[in-house]
């Protein structure tokens, strides 16, 4: 158990839908990672929030977009939802602010667009 | 830029062989590299990190990577499989790129370990 916690495991939505997905670091990490996994892109990193702050961006698509609120849990929120986007949604944490330490990694919440 | 490769997407091995997964990067500065493993259905742990310090790591569960900067490689080695180690692999660079750390995630390595 890392520590990091996702809800929800598992959703299924419909196209055109939006969803909000949660992560909870780990008690005292300051950063949270967002990455979305599937089969044909493999793990691409989304967006990063560093105490509250954007700090990094990756390949976020602009209907998605995330923020980290004061108590440090973090949203990603996905609209106008396409097949494509279904995929597995990780969330990491770490303590740093920049992105050379290890993460730790969530669960998951496969999200599942029909 | 930087990018890394996975050189295999399956490797199987029989349990109580020797483990090896490649992996190279290309890097226009002192890169940190890292190994994580993935579980059917879990999220990604950390197995070992390498961050210019000593160029052998050791890391759980008996794994451990070689840090070549002549060869561009971080390959991951054990001396025996277990069963448990059936899992994907990622490989991962991390440096600053137009003065910003990235995150670059290799594509995985499947490994099978047979009884």
């Known amino acids: 158990d890392s520590g990091v916690t996702q809800t929800p495991k598992h959703l299924i939505t419909a196209t055109g839908q939006r969803v909000t997905l949660r992560c909870s670091p780990r008690s005292g990490d300051l950063s949270v990672y967002w990455y979305q996994q599937s089969l044909d892109q493999g793990l691409q990193f989304l967006i990063q929030?560093?105490?509250?702050?954007?700090?990094a961006k990756g390949n976020i698509l602009e209907r998605f977009s995330a923020q980290q609120f004061p108590d440090l849990h973090s949203e990603l929120n996905l609209s106008s939802l396409e097949l494509g986007d279904s995929a597995l949604y990780f969330c990491a944490s770490s303590v740093a602010e920049y992105m050379g330490n290890e993460q730790y990694f969530g669960p998951g919440t496969r999200l599942t667009v029909t | 830029a930087q990018s890394v490769t996975q050189l295999d997407s399956h490797v199987s091995v029989s349990e109580g062989t020797p483990v090896l997964l490649r992996c190279n990067y290309s890097s226009s500065y002192s890169p940190s590299l890292f190994w994580y493993v993935q579980h059917p259905n879990k999220g990604l742990q950390l197995l070992l990190k390498y961050t210019s310090a000593a160029t052998l790591v050791k890391g759980i569960n008996g794994f451990e990577a070689e840090f070549k900067k002549s060869e561009t490689s971080f390959h991951l080695t054990k001396p025996s499989a277990h069963m448990s180690d059936a899992a994907e692999y990622f490989c991962?660079?991390?440096?600053?790129?137009?003065?910003?750390?990235?995150?670059?995630f290799g594509s995985g390595t499947r490994l099978q370990v047979q009884p």
């Open positions: 929030y560093y105490n509250g702050e954007e700090r």
């Open positions: 991962v660079v991390s440096q600053l790129d137009t003065g910003r750390r990235a995150l670059t």
